[in-house]
């Protein structure tokens, strides 16, 4: 793991997700709704520079939206795994790892080209976390995530979820419904 002295801090008040990350990457916050993801809460990349890309994003962490209770998150791991155990593809695999005190799944998916890592996190809130590296810096996304460049691993590895924050926190859902409640009081009073 590299010394994460020097590194800056996420956090979303929102969600309650926070990170640490090397001041060399830079955050960008995402509209969920432009994914098309409609139980994503918040979608949140760390972009980085290589010499040949420039402007890459380095991890994306697609938080969804409410809490998961151990029951609902025990069903899903039950349904993921099942999957993981009639696969044909020898390069595919599922292997557990804990994060932030919670299970997590750490998940190699193959397409023809390439295999591609993602890391399911299931409680307290869903939240899925990706490398979207590569072309000539696709070494640094090849499973399973590692420190190199850029440190992947020890990023990952400094998640957490502020439960209590997110809990009493509005969601992006509520917000939306009291701006609509609210333009609709003004246009029933004709402000």
Request: charged fraction near 25%; glycine fraction near 6%; hydrophobic fraction near 35%.
């Amino acid at each position: 793991m590299v010394s994460s002295a020097g590194w800056d801090s996420y956090h979303n008040p929102v969600t309650g997700l926070s990170f640490r990350y090397p001041p060399s990457l830079r955050i960008q916050e995402r509209d969920p709704r432009s994914f098309g993801l409609p139980d994503a809460e918040e979608i949140t990349e760390l972009v980085g520079d290589t010499k040949v890309n420039p402007g890459t994003v380095v991890l994306r962490f697609i938080v969804n939206r409410g809490e998961m209770t151990p029951e609902t998150a025990a069903a899903k791991v039950r349904t993921i795994r099942e999957r993981y155990a009639t696969d044909t593809d020898p390069r595919e695999s599922l292997e557990t790892l804990q994060l932030d005190g919670h299970e997590a799944l750490l998940v190699v998916g193959c397409g023809r080209a390439a295999c591609h890592w993602s890391i399911r996190i299931l409680q307290p809130h869903e939240c899925t976390i990706l490398s979207l590296l590569a072309g000539a810096d696709s070494d640094e996304a090849v499973p399973p995530p590692h420190d190199g460049i850029f440190p992947l691993l020890s990023i990952i590895q400094s998640v957490h979820f502020d439960v209590d924050a997110a809990s009493v926190q509005p969601t992006r859902l509520d917000r939306e419904k009291k701006h609509l409640a609210d333009a609709k009081a003004k246009s029933i009073r004709g402000i």
